[in-house]
Each structure stands twice: as structure tokens, then as C-alpha cells.
């Protein structure tokens, strides 16, 4: 699966979209495919300030747990119910349905450190 | 030594190895050598083995005193069915099943297993079992904290002291505050205050055991099951006579989230206090919490119905530092051995086992209540034990009674200071009229002694 | 070629069995419940089935038989030590003296248990070069958590609570770093060296102020001596930190090696791997926790001691034992506190002391050689047809690799391992140490004879060679036994954790 080219990468393996002061984050198909089958996402609550770099959940596949980090601070505004009955949805779809929480951004700057899709896909690679 | 090897097959098999000699293989540098004799008790053959211990039993002579011990553990009946099945070699010698396609069997028992103590409980889900009901509350507690953040634990003074002693250790690790709840006069958990205690949002769980140390049945009303709930502070419910779950209302109906329990009386043996085999039960929305093995139904490649165990990224050999709960073992066996019994007993089995001990334990109140001297410490409905304040240190009755031959209970001073006159006694479906009648008329003599003195 | 019956199907479960009117007589038929208690704290339903006694005895039986134990085949589990527990063992916790004394008998009225357990304990000190141990835990996992709540007492009573690390070697078992957290302790993971050894010069990098603790396993679970176990236990003394020794692997240097001598304060032993006690399916296990002079009074309660007898006929007496009462001490103010309800596990205390009893000093020195033995004869085997990449002498266990394998045919340890288990084989341990790619980790234990080793090995054999003709049917593996692979996924994503009552 190739890396959209519209969204911005951490090294942990998250993806962020930004959308005026909003970002949607999930884990890339390069996370999900070296967990293998997830079979559970601890997501953060909503209304929780999260820091750059912070600890805001856990991805569990069937024999590995992986922390999810969070690449930039902020509000979390909304997590993605749907994972928890269907936790597969990052399997299939990482980059759409398998989103897993949306924050509002406490310092837009913070992007700046984060990877463009082709360096991203470069990091992969090594 | 239980070593097949021959001379001639460490010969060969050193050769194999191109190693001179045994003591070759096990060589350590100089600085770590051995420098003493061991100390060591000299090798028996078997016959001396058995006559060895055989001297260690007689030594035992607690045994066959008439005795109305209880506090935590329990004699009850445990029909032989349950050895001949739990000590087959296949069940005794297994490992913990991780290789499922060879240990179905197992699995399936251990599902049997979460599945009777959901449904003694009321409640969502059980785990395969943790050491014991002291480990069970203070893995609960961990629940609890992990659950909410708080760091905090109100429990009620009315718990086994054992099980409070045990908490205080693992808090201790954690850097976790306990505070108690008093016993009220009937010898109930005194809740009155309990709104406003958790109203400030800090204890992650109360604790109440029902029935509680003294026997008295102990629940929360639903005043303060709701102040509880609404503060978002969870509500263990301890269990440490399983039996009773026969009886009294499950601990769901009385707005636990988690029940913390031992299962001893389910047919494993008392032996000088281990191994036992404690529970943990919860809502669903704990499941993720849960420490130590869970057992699930599932599918095999062919699509036959398997079992399997499960949701295995909580445990410690994945999770490391970040487990839910270090712990690795649970107590498989004796949980096999409490499926047993609760398979062999039916519900009509421990529906009549339960009357036995509410009978005889009314039995030992009415008639020790009787002798002048002795009198119910408490007036709350109460499971198999009973307090009796004997007006006098104890501790000098019950050195009396054991003269006499009788085990007359534990000595609460042991545990309450405010309550060193009293006696905890305990009378199961194996209590005799006979042995109740002794004891009342020993201690009407011993009570009558102790006076003098 | 199996050993199993070739029955795919489940049995019905227990519940779905009972029929009312079914009860077995084990107790007098009681009066109803609320002869005794008010309605509202009874319980309405109790929804458990009614079972003829003999339908129980089938089920269980069935079940038993659709489960592998040591008792059917051999268990070449790495890090597991699954022995023989010979059968004299049981029947002497099976005494009704011993099974059915109460745990708040009187000291007075228990002196037989009391001497079980001290002689238990005065057994353990000299073997492993301890002061004192306590039988209190109930596994090896709780007893390293008592040892660390030991080191955080000590600590605390010195004065120095900034040291809140705690170093675990990359090869350590799971429940170090995790035991570790539960105290508040900081992991701090060390890399293995090129040997597969702790390096000191890596551990000296990572000593300081703020050390508190290095858990270790000796042998390592590579299987491996850690050969300058002097200089590391040295190091972190230097650095005022204390070492603890991880006993799941004492099966190796029993009579031998002592972790007393190496400088280790604290250890814990798993008696249901080294000293027999059945592993029952997971579990009761025990966990005696064992500490050097200086950390004594931090032990758990109740603590057994003894005294000379005030009174003692000496002449009926047969041991050293004999001549002592005992006591159990609670009276202990600077202990952790207990870990469990009550003392030990006591029934496995007599197990553990009647193997101690079957094999005096002589036999346990014995016993850990032959141990290492037979491991180094499957490994020497084992090496024509697997990457062994510790190829040196090893103890008790050893790891092989199946990396080059996978790469060549694409099966992988964990095909070879259900391979095993097609022909009458436990498994080994996998993926286990997390260093070694594709890992299988194998520990024959002292108790299997050449002629088992020998038939393992040539499974193990056949199953390399069949790789690489047919490596399909490896990878469908395991065809005979009673179920195939599970599905791990759904069981995990749609936890089905119990039965539910239809109507319910």
C-alpha cells in the first residue's frame, strides 16, 4: 500500500492529516502490517490534553502490544468508536476507516518536525 | 535420584559431547566455587521417605482435635470422585496449556471453570484463576487504580485482616494509600458515612466481604451502592467462603464490579493453608484489566470448536514492565479440583451443603450462647461463623479448651484489640451435633475456671 | 505415529449436560434456606447443572484424555524443567495429617508441618548459599515480587529511596520487568554481548546512585554460564546496588554452583521445576524467596524458627530436627508484610521435601549434572541439522535457531515445533529468548533416558529434512492431534470467555 502523499508521518509509524486546526491520526500500513492482526485498540478519552510525543493508547495484535504515541499535542475532540467492534478496520483500511483519534492542535509548529510521505517511504525502506 | 541413566550411557553420551567427565559440563571459575559441606538431609530410600513423614503427621496432632476453626479456611466435604479425577497423571503433569491442539481437554476445564464462578458471582467474566483470595483482592485493587488513576483504597475493617495484611504489601510496592471503614455494632461494615468519603473523587475502590471476617453478612444498601457507583469508584466485593454463593445473593446483585474471591471450600484440601485457589470476577467493561490467564472459545483451522488461551497482550511475557499484573501461574489445579466439586455437587448438592452450615452454625450459637459467661457478639444475619464474647481474655479460653482436646476458634485480639474477649467460630456440614455439645460443655467449665482464676 | 485419540469433537461442556432430578447424595437434604435467612439476602436462581456422579467421572476423564502432560510424553520445554514429580510425593502430601491440618492449629498442635518447613528452608540455605529463605510465595513470579518489595524495604530503612532502577539483561523472562514495575522500580534492559553473556563494561555504563537491583538468571536462558558473574555481582555491590538471582533455572547448578557464592542477596527458587512439585496445568506453583544476612528481617511473616525442646525425649528421635520445636514468628517489624492468605504452600512443601529426601546432597549434585548432560547431548545432535548459535557447552538448556531454515523452505519455528507435537512430542519453548530469531528453546531435563533423547532427536530430524521436500505438510501441522491450529485472532478480537445459559 502505498503512503498517501496528503498526510504527514511520524517514525513511531503514525499518520496525521491536518485540517485547519484538527488532525486525525492513525498508524500507518507498515505499523499494521509488522503488529499483524489487531485485535484491540485502547484509544485516549475525549476532552484529554495530550502531549507531543505522549503515551494516549495501546495497539494489541494477537501477540505483540505496541504504544500508541501521539506525533503532536493538543485536545482530543474525538476517537474512532468503530474499533472497538471491529479493531480489523486498521488492518484493512490504516489510512481511512481505521483512524484512530482526532485532536485539536495546541501548537501548529509542531508539524514541522513530522515526515513528508516520499521520506516516510524512505524510512520504511531501510 | 529418578535418573534413567546407565554408566555406559554417560560414557556415550559424553563422548558425543567430547566432554572428559560430569563434573567437566558444570565447571564454574574459581572465584564462585563451592567452599562448604551442604548441609543436606541424607538420601532415603522410599520406605523411609513414607516413614519419615509418616513421624512429621503424628507430629500434626491438631488433627484430630474437635475443632471449630474457620476464619479463611474451611472443612468441608469433598466427595473422592474429585482425587481419582484430579490426580490423573495427564491433568497433574501438564503444563500451562499454551499448546493448545495437545491440551483441549484442560482448556475446556478451565472454561468450565470461568463459566461457574460468572455464574455464582453474577458477574461478566472470570479469569483462570490467581493464587489466592488475599492475591485476588490486591490484583483487584491494581484493577481499580488502573481503571480510574486514583490512588487510593477504602476498605472495610471487616475483612479477613490476612487479606488486609496482604493488600497493605502490595500497596506498599505501588505507593498506594489505604484507609479503612469501621465495624459497625452489629458487626457490620459501618457505611454511613461512605457518600461523603468518596464523594471527593479519590479512592479508586471500596472493599466489603460479605460474608465478612465475623461471619455476618455484609452488603452495602443501595444508598450507598449508588454513591459508590455515581463517584466512579469501583466496588470490590469479597468472597472468602465460596460456599456461600450457594446462598446469599451474588455480589453483581449488590453492585460489585469486581468480586475477589478464594474457593477453597470447594473441595481443596486445608493443608496447613496452601495451595488454595483464588477468583476474580468482573463486569465486562474490566475485561482488558483482568490479570492472568483467560481461557476463550474458538475455532481451529478446520473449523472444529477449540479453546484456546486468550487476549494474551495484557500478560507479562508480552507486555513486560507495562503487564497489567506480573503474574504468570495460576492455580490451575486446584481450580480443576473446585470444577470437580461444583460439577459433582450440583446446585442441589451445594443448595444442601449451604443448609448444613446455616443449620449447624445456629445450632453452635443457640447452644453456646446458652452457657453462662458466653454471648453472640453480633445480631446480623450471618453464613457458618459466629463471634462469641466469652467475657475474658480469649486467649486463656481457648488455651483451656486445647488441654481438653477442642479447637474452639481463632482469637480476634489476634487481629481487633477491642475485641480480645472474643472467639471466632466456625461450624460446617461436618460439624456434629455431638461436637457442638462438647465444646459448649467444656467451655462451661473452662469459663467457669477462668473466672476463678 | 500419535499418541492422542483422533476425536475432533468437543465435549459437550458440563453445563450443557445436567438434567434436574440428577443430584448426587453427598451431604443430608437440607431445609430450605429461609428457615435460616430472610428472603432479601438470599439468592433467587443458582443455574448450575445436576450431574449423575458417573457422567462427572466421564466427562473429566475425556478431558484428560484430550490433555498432554509429562505423565504421556516428553516436555522438552526451555526454561520449564518439567521432570518426572515421582508419585511417593503426592501420597505424602496426601496424609490426612498433613492435608487436613488448619492453618490456625496451634503452633503447639502443627510441630510436624512446622519441621517440614524448616527443614525445607535449612535445606534451601545451604544448597543455594543463603541466610534465610521464606515459603511464603506462591510462584516464581510473586517471590520476585517479594524480593523486590524486600529491596524497596531496604532501601527505604537506609535512607536511599532515590534508587529506583532496576537492570534486567535483553534475556531475562517476562516477569522481571514486570515484577519491577509493580514496586515503582524503572527497567533498565541491558544488551546481551556477542557471547550471549551480560557485558560488564556494558553493565558499568548503566551502574550509579539510582541502581537498586540486577535480576539475573545463571544460567542465562540461553543456557549459558554467565562466567563473570563475579565481576557483575562485584560492579553492582561497588555501585550500592543488590543482585537477584532468578532461580528458574537452578535446575542447572543444583549441588554445583551456589548463587550465595557468586554474591547474589536475594533469590527465588521455582520448586515446581527444580524439586518436582507437578505443574498441574499452570499452576499452584511456590515461590520461596530466599535473601543473604543482611536483608533477613525485610522476609515476608510468617517466618518458621526453631528452638531446642524444653522437654524433648531424645532417645524416640531420628533427626537433628527432632530434637527442635517451631514456631511460626509474625513478630517480624521490618517485614514486607505476607504475600498470600496463609503461610505457604504447604502441600508443596512436603512434595519439595520428600524429593530433597529420595536424593540427599549427593543426588541433587547428581541430578543437575545429568541435566546438563542431556542437554548437551541433543544439542551436539541437534547441530547437524540446526543453527545452534551459542555453539559451545551449555547447561541445563539450549537454543537452536530455525532463521536459516525459514529463509530456505519458509517453515518456521513455531511449523517445527506442531510438527512435534504430530509426533508425540511437547513442544518447545519459541520465540524465547527474544534475541535469538526464530528460536527453539530445548530443556530435556535429568529425568528423560538416552533412548527418549534419541527419538527426538530423529523426529526433530525428520521434521528438518521433511522441510525441505515437503514443506507444505510441515506448515499444516498438526494433523493428528485432536484439534488443528487455533484461531488466535478471533479468539482474541471475540473473546468468548464462558457458557451462557440459553435463556438467560
Same mark, same amino acid.
Given at each position: 500500500?502505498?503512503?498517501?502523499?496528503?498526510?504527514?508521518?511520524?517514525?513511531?509509524?503514525?499518520?496525521?492529516?491536518?485540517?485547519?486546526?484538527?488532525?486525525?491520526? +492513525?498508524?500507518?500500513?507498515?505499523?499494521?502490517?509488522?503488529?499483524?492482526?489487531?485485535?484491540?485498540?485502547?484509544?485516549?478519552?475525549?476532552?484529554?490534553?495530550?502531549?507531543?510525543?505522549?503515551?494516549?493508547?495501546?495497539?494489541?495484535?494477537?501477540?505483540?502490544?505496541?504504544?500508541?504515541?501521539?506525533?503532536? +499535542?493538543?485536545?482530543?475532540?474525538?476517537?474512532?468508536?468503530?474499533?472497538?467492534?471491529?479493531?480489523?478496520?486498521?488492518?484493512?483500511?490504516?489510512?481511512? +476507516?481505521?483512524?484512530?483519534?482526532?485532536?485539536?492542535?495546541?501548537?501548529?509548529?509542531?508539524?514541522?518536525?513530522?515526515?513528508?510521505?516520499?521520506?516516510?517511504?524512505?524510512?520504511?525502506?531501510? | 535420584?529418578?535418573?534413567?541413566?546407565?554408566?555406559?550411557?554417560?560414557?556415550?553420551?559424553?563422548?558425543?559431547?567430547?566432554?572428559? =567427565?560430569?563434573?567437566?559440563? *558444570?565447571?564454574?571459575?574459581?572465584?564462585?566455587?563451592?567452599?562448604?559441606?551442604?548441609?543436606?538431609?541424607?538420601?532415603?530410600?522410599?520406605?523411609?521417605?513414607?516413614?519419615?513423614?509418616?513421624?512429621?503427621?503424628?507430629?500434626?496432632?491438631?488433627?484430630?482435635? *474437635?475443632?471449630?476453626?474457620?476464619?479463611?479456611?474451611?472443612?468441608?466435604?469433598?466427595?473422592?470422585?474429585?482425587?481419582?479425577?484430579?490426580?490423573?497423571?495427564?491433568?497433574?503433569?501438564?503444563?500451562?496449556?499454551?499448546?493448545?491442539? *495437545?491440551?483441549?481437554?484442560?482448556?475446556?476445564?478451565?472454561?468450565?471453570?470461568?463459566?461457574?464462578?460468572?455464574?455464582?458471582?453474577?458477574?461478566?467474566?472470570?479469569?483462570?484463576?490467581?493464587?489466592?483470595?488475599?492475591?485476588?483482592?490486591?490484583?483487584?485493587?491494581?484493577?481499580?487504580?488502573?481503571?480510574?488513576?486514583?490512588?487510593?483504597?477504602?476498605?472495610?475493617?471487616?475483612?479477613?485482616?490476612?487479606?488486609?495484611?496482604?493488600?497493605?504489601?502490595?500497596?506498599?510496592?505501588?505507593?498506594?494509600?489505604?484507609?479503612?471503614?469501621?465495624?459497625?455494632?452489629?458487626?457490620?461494615?459501618?457505611?454511613?458515612?461512605?457518600?461523603?468519603?468518596?464523594?471527593?473523587?479519590?479512592?479508586?475502590?471500596?472493599?466489603?466481604?460479605?460474608?465478612?471476617?465475623?461471619?455476618?453478612? /455484609?452488603?452495602?444498601? =443501595?444508598?450507598?451502592?449508588?454513591?459508590?457507583?455515581?463517584?466512579?469508584?469501583?466496588?470490590?466485593?469479597?468472597?472468602? !467462603?465460596?460456599?456461600?454463593?450457594?446462598?446469599?445473593?451474588?455480589?453483581? =446483585?449488590?453492585?460489585?464490579?469486581?468480586?475477589?474471591?478464594?474457593?477453597?471450600?470447594?473441595?481443596?484440601?486445608?493443608?496447613?493453608?496452601?495451595?488454595?485457589?483464588?477468583?476474580?470476577?468482573?463486569?465486562? !467493561?474490566?475485561?482488558?484489566?483482568?490479570?492472568?490467564?483467560?481461557?476463550?472459545?474458538?475455532?481451529?483451522?478446520?473449523?472444529?470448536?477449540?479453546?484456546?488461551?486468550?487476549?494474551?497482550?495484557?500478560?507479562?511475557?508480552?507486555?513486560?514492565?507495562?503487564?497489567?499484573?506480573?503474574?504468570?501461574?495460576?492455580?490451575?489445579?486446584?481450580?480443576?479440583?473446585?470444577?470437580?466439586?461444583?460439577?459433582?455437587?450440583?446446585?442441589?448438592?451445594?443448595?444442601?451443603?449451604? =443448609?448444613?452450615?446455616?443449620?449447624?452454625?445456629?445450632?453452635?450459637?443457640?447452644?453456646?450462647?446458652?452457657?453462662?459467661?458466653?454471648?453472640?457478639?453480633?445480631?446480623?444475619?450471618?453464613?457458618? !461463623?459466629?463471634?462469641?464474647?466469652?467475657?475474658?481474655?480469649?486467649?486463656?479460653?481457648?488455651?483451656?479448651?486445647?488441654?481438653?482436646?477442642?479447637?474452639?476458634?481463632?482469637?480476634?485480639?489476634?487481629?481487633?484489640?477491642?475485641?480480645?474477649?472474643?472467639?471466632?467460630?466456625?461450624?460446617?456440614?461436618?460439624?456434629?451435633?455431638?461436637?457442638?455439645?462438647?465444646?459448649?460443655?467444656?467451655?462451661?467449665?473452662?469459663?467457669? /475456671?477462668?473466672?476463678?482464676? | 505415529?500419535?499418541?492422542?485419540?483422533?476425536?475432533?469433537?468437543?465435549?459437550?461442556?458440563?453445563? %450443557?449436560?445436567?438434567?434436574?432430578?440428577?443430584?448426587?447424595?453427598?451431604?443430608?437434604?437440607?431445609?430450605?434456606?429461609?428457615?435460616?435467612?430472610?428472603?432479601?439476602?438470599?439468592?433467587?436462581?443458582?443455574?448450575?447443572?445436576?450431574?449423575?456422579?458417573?457422567?462427572?467421572?466421564?466427562?473429566?476423564?475425556?478431558?484428560?484424555?484430550?490433555?498432554?502432560?509429562?505423565?504421556?510424553?516428553?516436555? @522438552?520445554?526451555?526454561?520449564?524443567?518439567?521432570?518426572?514429580?515421582?508419585?511417593?510425593?503426592?501420597?505424602?502430601?496426601?496424609?490426612?495429617?498433613?492435608?487436613?491440618?488448619?492453618?490456625?492449629?496451634?503452633?503447639?498442635?502443627?510441630?510436624?508441618?512446622?519441621?517440614?518447613?524448616?527443614?525445607?528452608? #535449612?535445606?534451601?540455605?545451604?544448597?543455594?548459599?543463603?541466610?534465610?529463605?521464606?515459603?511464603?510465595?506462591?510462584?516464581?513470579?510473586?517471590?520476585?515480587?517479594?524480593?523486590?518489595?524486600?529491596?524497596?524495604?531496604?532501601?527505604?530503612?537506609?535512607?536511599?529511596?532515590?534508587?529506583?532502577?532496576?537492570?534486567?539483561?535483553?534475556?531475562?523472562?517476562?516477569?522481571?520487568?514486570?515484577?519491577?514495575?509493580?514496586?515503582?522500580?524503572?527497567?533498565?534492559?541491558?544488551?546481551?554481548?556477542?557471547?550471549?553473556?551480560?557485558?560488564?563494561?556494558?553493565?558499568?555504563?548503566?551502574?550509579?546512585?539510582?541502581?537498586?537491583?540486577?535480576?539475573?538468571? $545463571?544460567?542465562?536462558?540461553?543456557?549459558?554460564?554467565?562466567?563473570?558473574?563475579?565481576?557483575?555481582?562485584?560492579?553492582?555491590?561497588?555501585?550500592?546496588?543488590?543482585?537477584?538471582?532468578?532461580?528458574?533455572?537452578?535446575?542447572?547448578?543444583?549441588?554445583?554452583?551456589? @548463587?550465595?557464592?557468586?554474591?547474589?542477596?536475594?533469590?527465588?527458587?521455582?520448586?515446581?521445576?527444580?524439586?518436582?512439585?507437578?505443574?498441574?496445568?499452570?499452576?499452584?506453583?511456590?515461590?520461596?524467596?530466599?535473601?543473604?544476612?543482611?536483608?533477613?528481617?525485610?522476609?515476608?511473616?510468617?517466618?518458621?524458627?526453631? #528452638?531446642?525442646?524444653? $522437654?524433648?525425649?531424645?532417645?524416640?528421635?531420628?533427626?537433628?530436627?527432632?530434637?527442635?520445636?517451631?514456631?511460626?514468628?509474625?513478630?517480624?517489624?521490618?517485614?514486607?508484610?505476607?504475600?498470600?492468605?496463609?503461610?505457604?504452600?504447604?502441600?508443596?512443601?512436603?512434595?519439595?521435601?520428600?524429593?530433597?529426601?529420595? $536424593?540427599?546432597?549427593?543426588?541433587?549434585?547428581?541430578?543437575?549434572?545429568?541435566?546438563?548432560? $542431556?542437554?548437551?547431548?541433543?544439542?551436539?545432535?541437534?547441530?547437524?541439522?540446526?543453527?545452534?548459535?551459542?555453539?559451545?557447552?551449555?547447561?541445563?538448556?539450549?537454543?537452536?535457531?530455525?532463521?536459516?531454515?525459514?529463509?530456505?523452505?519458509?517453515?518456521?519455528?513455531?511449523?517445527?515445533?506442531?510438527?512435534?507435537?504430530?509426533?508425540?512430542?511437547?513442544?518447545?519453548?519459541?520465540?524465547?529468548?527474544?534475541?535469538?530469531?526464530?528460536?527453539?528453546?530445548? %530443556?530435556?531435563?535429568?529425568?528423560?533416558?538416552? %533412548?527418549?533423547?534419541?527419538?527426538?532427536?530423529?523426529?526433530? #530430524?525428520?521434521?528438518?529434512?521433511?522441510?525441505?521436500?515437503?514443506?507444505?505438510?510441515?506448515?499444516?501441522? @498438526?494433523?493428528?492431534?485432536?484439534?488443528?491450529?487455533?484461531?488466535?485472532?478471533?479468539?482474541?478480537?471475540?473473546?468468548?470467555?464462558?457458557?451462557?445459559?440459553?435463556?438467560?
Amino acid at each position: 500500500m502505498a503512503q498517501p502523499a496528503d498526510l504527514l508521518y511520524s517514525k513511531e509509524h503514525e499518520w496525521v492529516k491536518v485540517e485547519g486546526d484538527v488532525a486525525t491520526i +492513525g498508524i500507518t500500513d507498515y505499523a499494521q502490517n509488522s503488529l499483524g492482526d489487531i485485535v484491540y485498540v485502547e484509544l485516549p478519552k475525549v476532552g484529554a490534553h495530550v502531549a507531543q510525543m505522549g503515551t494516549v493508547g495501546v495497539v494489541e495484535s494477537v501477540k505483540a502490544v505496541s504504544d500508541l504515541f501521539t506525533p503532536i +499535542g493538543g485536545e482530543v475532540t474525538e476517537v474512532n468508536g468503530e474499533l472497538e467492534n471491529d479493531p480489523a478496520l486498521v488492518n484493512r483500511e490504516p489510512f481511512a +476507516g481505521g483512524w484512530m483519534f482526532k485532536l485539536r492542535l495546541s501548537d501548529a509548529s509542531q508539524t514541522s518536525g513530522l515526515l513528508s510521505a516520499a521520506d516516510y517511504e524512505q524510512l520504511t525502506q531501510e | 535420584m529418578y535418573t534413567p541413566h546407565t554408566e555406559r550411557d554417560i560414557a556415550q553420551m559424553l563422548e558425543a559431547i567430547g566432554a572428559a =567427565s560430569l563434573e567437566d559440563l *558444570v565447571k564454574v571459575p574459581d572465584a564462585v566455587k563451592i567452599r562448604e559441606q551442604l548441609d543436606i538431609v541424607p538420601a532415603l530410600a522410599e520406605s523411609d521417605i513414607v516413614r519419615r513423614f509418616e513421624h512429621f503427621a503424628k507430629k500434626n496432632t491438631g488433627v484430630s482435635c *474437635v475443632s471449630f476453626l474457620g476464619a479463611g479456611a474451611y472443612r468441608h466435604y469433598a466427595p473422592p470422585a474429585i482425587a481419582a479425577l484430579a490426580m490423573r497423571g495427564e491433568f497433574l503433569t501438564a503444563y500451562t496449556p499454551y499448546q493448545a491442539e *495437545v491440551s483441549q481437554g484442560y482448556l475446556q476445564a478451565i472454561y468450565e471453570w470461568q463459566t461457574y464462578i460468572c455464574l455464582l458471582t453474577g458477574l461478566d467474566i472470570a479469569n483462570a484463576s490467581v493464587y489466592d483470595g488475599a492475591t485476588a483482592l490486591a490484583e483487584a485493587a491494581i484493577m481499580s487504580i488502573n481503571a480510574n488513576g486514583r490512588k487510593k483504597i477504602l476498605v472495610s475493617r471487616a475483612i479477613h485482616p490476612n487479606y488486609r495484611a496482604v493488600l497493605k504489601t502490595y500497596c506498599d510496592g505501588l505507593d498506594v494509600t489505604i484507609d479503612e471503614l469501621p465495624v459497625a455494632e452489629d458487626g457490620t461494615t459501618d457505611l454511613s458515612g461512605i457518600a461523603a468519603r468518596v464523594a471527593g473523587k479519590e479512592y479508586a475502590a471500596v472493599a466489603v466481604q460479605s460474608p465478612n471476617f465475623f461471619g455476618n453478612v /455484609d452488603t452495602p444498601d =443501595s444508598q450507598a451502592q449508588n454513591a459508590i457507583r455515581e463517584s466512579g469508584t469501583v466496588l470490590i466485593g469479597v468472597v472468602a !467462603e465460596a460456599l456461600s454463593l450457594a446462598a446469599l445473593q451474588t455480589p453483581a =446483585s449488590w453492585g460489585a464490579e469486581i468480586v475477589a474471591g478464594e474457593a477453597q471450600s470447594f473441595g481443596v484440601a486445608q493443608a496447613y493453608g496452601g495451595p488454595y485457589v483464588g477468583f476474580i470476577a468482573s463486569s465486562k !467493561e474490566h475485561m482488558r484489566r483482568i490479570p492472568g490467564r483467560l481461557v476463550g472459545k474458538t475455532g481451529d483451522v478446520h473449523g472444529n470448536e477449540a479453546y484456546v488461551l486468550t487476549l494474551q497482550a495484557r500478560e507479562q511475557h508480552i507486555r513486560r514492565e507495562r503487564a497489567t499484573s506480573n503474574i504468570c501461574t495460576n492455580q490451575a489445579h486446584c481450580a480443576l479440583i473446585a470444577t470437580i466439586y461444583l460439577a459433582l455437587m450440583g446446585k442441589t448438592g451445594l443448595r444442601d451443603a449451604a =443448609s448444613a452450615n446455616l443449620k449447624r452454625s445456629r445450632e453452635l450459637a443457640t447452644r453456646v450462647s446458652s452457657v453462662p459467661g458466653c454471648t453472640l457478639q453480633f445480631d446480623a444475619p450471618f453464613f457458618n !461463623e459466629i463471634v462469641v464474647n466469652v467475657h475474658r481474655p480469649a486467649r486463656e479460653v481457648l488455651a483451656e479448651l486445647q488441654k481438653r482436646g477442642i479447637l474452639g476458634g481463632v482469637d480476634l485480639g489476634r487481629f481487633y484489640p477491642e475485641y480480645a474477649d472474643c472467639i471466632l467460630m466456625a461450624a460446617t456440614e461436618l460439624t456434629s451435633a455431638a461436637d457442638i455439645e462438647t465444646l459448649a460443655a467444656t467451655l462451661q467449665e473452662v469459663v467457669h /475456671d477462668t473466672v476463678r482464676v | 505415529m500419535t499418541r492422542f485419540a483422533s476425536d475432533h469433537t468437543a465435549s459437550p461442556l458440563i453445563f %450443557e449436560q445436567g438434567q434436574d432430578g440428577r443430584a448426587n447424595r453427598y451431604v443430608d437434604e437440607g431445609a430450605p434456606l429461609t428457615d435460616y435467612l430472610p428472603k432479601d439476602v438470599l439468592r433467587g436462581h443458582l443455574p448450575l447443572p445436576d450431574n449423575s456422579e458417573l457422567a462427572v467421572v466421564r466427562h473429566f476423564t475425556r478431558l484428560s484424555q484430550r490433555t498432554f502432560g509429562i505423565d504421556v510424553g516428553f516436555y @522438552p520445554l526451555g526454561s520449564c524443567t518439567m521432570k518426572y514429580n515421582p508419585r511417593v510425593n503426592d501420597a505424602m502430601a496426601s496424609l490426612p495429617a498433613l492435608r487436613d491440618l488448619h492453618p490456625y492449629t496451634p503452633d503447639e498442635l502443627s510441630q510436624g508441618a512446622l519441621q517440614i518447613m524448616w527443614e525445607l528452608e #535449612r535445606t534451601f540455605c545451604s544448597l543455594f548459599g543463603m541466610a534465610a529463605f521464606s515459603l511464603n510465595p506462591s510462584a516464581g513470579a510473586h517471590a520476585e515480587l517479594a524480593a523486590l518489595l524486600i529491596a524497596k524495604a531496604y532501601f527505604k530503612d537506609r535512607g536511599e529511596t532515590q534508587r529506583d532502577k532496576v537492570i534486567v539483561p535483553d534475556t531475562a523472562h517476562g516477569t522481571n520487568p514486570a515484577s519491577a514495575a509493580m514496586c515503582g522500580f524503572k527497567v533498565i534492559s541491558l544488551k546481551s554481548d556477542e557471547r550471549g553473556r551480560v557485558s560488564v563494561d556494558e553493565l558499568k555504563k548503566v551502574l550509579g546512585p539510582d541502581t537498586a537491583v540486577c535480576m539475573m538468571t $545463571n544460567p542465562n536462558t540461553l543456557g549459558l554460564f554467565e562466567d563473570h558473574i563475579h565481576e557483575i555481582t562485584q560492579a553492582v555491590h561497588e555501585a550500592g546496588g543488590l543482585m537477584y538471582y532468578d532461580g528458574a533455572n537452578a535446575n542447572a547448578l543444583m549441588g554445583n554452583a551456589r @548463587p550465595g557464592d557468586m554474591g547474589f542477596d536475594l533469590m527465588h527458587l521455582n520448586t515446581h521445576k527444580t524439586f518436582t512439585i507437578p505443574h498441574g496445568g499452570g499452576g499452584a506453583g511456590h515461590g520461596p524467596v530466599g535473601v543473604a544476612a543482611h536483608l533477613v528481617d525485610f522476609l515476608p511473616t510468617p517466618y518458621v524458627r526453631s #528452638r531446642k525442646k524444653t $522437654n524433648g525425649a531424645a532417645h524416640a528421635d531420628r533427626a537433628p530436627s527432632d530434637q527442635l520445636e517451631f514456631w511460626l514468628d509474625f513478630d517480624r517489624p521490618k517485614s514486607i508484610g505476607p504475600m498470600r492468605s496463609f503461610w505457604s504452600n504447604f502441600a508443596h512443601c512436603v512434595r519439595a521435601l520428600a524429593y530433597i529426601y529420595a $536424593n540427599g546432597a549427593e543426588g541433587l549434585t547428581k541430578v543437575s549434572q545429568l541435566a546438563v548432560l $542431556n542437554a548437551n547431548y541433543i544439542r551436539v545432535k541437534v547441530r547437524d541439522f540446526l543453527d545452534t548459535p551459542y555453539d559451545e557447552i551449555c547447561r541445563h538448556e539450549f537454543v537452536a535457531s530455525a532463521q536459516e531454515l525459514k529463509k530456505e523452505t519458509g517453515v518456521r519455528a513455531l511449523d517445527i515445533a506442531k510438527a512435534l507435537l504430530d509426533r508425540g512430542f511437547m513442544a518447545p519453548t519459541m520465540y524465547f529468548p527474544l534475541i535469538v530469531p526464530e528460536c527453539l528453546m530445548i %530443556e530435556p531435563t535429568e529425568t528423560e533416558s538416552k %533412548e527418549t533423547l534419541d527419538e527426538f532427536i530423529g523426529a526433530l #530430524r525428520e521434521i528438518v529434512q521433511a522441510a525441505k521436500s515437503d514443506p507444505e505438510a510441515i506448515m499444516a501441522a @498438526p494433523q493428528y492431534t485432536v484439534v488443528g491450529r487455533l484461531d488466535e485472532t478471533k479468539a482474541a478480537r471475540q473473546p468468548d470467555l464462558r457458557w451462557r445459559p440459553a435463556t438467560a
